[in-house]
């Protein structure tokens, strides 16, 4: 008999992982919740993790989303070469967004075009990719260029109603952005 042991948390958005892919085709990706009402005073961040078919669940969230989540505590046992460890997972099932945060639109600077793409889930690294796309150089970008970013990120993470999937950016960059 296999016993599942339910949880529920409740709680803020503070990260957003990226989906980590493995040799077997496994694949993860974990969300930060603080799940405190009074996260200044008395802070309780809890790692939330999606697998396989669920970790699509995390890319419509975006950091300070309120979310209510529900799923199974797994744990497991690894004999290890410095002996046994014990680790616990929190294997999410579904993810209810109670509250959406206020989404940043635009950016007039680089620091505000890392902030929004922080909101909306990308690292800074996407983000380095979705400028050098534009094909200027740092010191060449308006503040023309870093809305048209900042638009291009916020339309990648708006579902469109035709329900159609958005756009990946391409990572790949054959130089370094100066910045």
């Not at 002996?83 to 600077?109: C, H, Q, W």
Request: with cysteine; glycine share 8%.
């Amino acid at each position: 008999m296999e016993f599942k042991c339910k949880f529920q948390v409740s709680g803020k958005v503070l990260e957003i992982g990226e989906t980590q892919t493995f040799t077997s085709g496994f694949c993860k990706r974990s969300i930060i919740v603080e799940a405190s009402k009074d996260a200044e005073k008395y802070s309780n961040p809890v790692e939330l993790t999606l697998k396989n078919d669920e970790v699509a669940k995390a890319d419509t969230l975006c950091v300070g989303d309120g979310i209510a989540v529900e799923g199974f505590v797994e744990g497991r046992k690894w004999d290890g070469p410095k002996g046994v460890r014990y680790f616990i997972d929190l294997n999410t099932k579904s993810i209810m967004v109670t509250e959406k945060a206020a989404r940043p639109t635009g950016a007039k600077t680089w620091k505000e075009l890392v902030a929004l793409g922080a909101a909306y889930g990308e690292n800074e690294e996407s983000v380095k990719a979705r400028a050098k796309a534009l094909g200027k150089g740092f010191k060449e970008m308006t503040e023309a260029d870093w809305q048209k970013v900042a638009g291009e990120i916020v339309a990648a993470h708006t579902p469109n109603p035709a329900g159609e999937a958005p756009s990946e950016v391409d990572d790949a960059c054959d130089e370094e952005m100066p910045f």
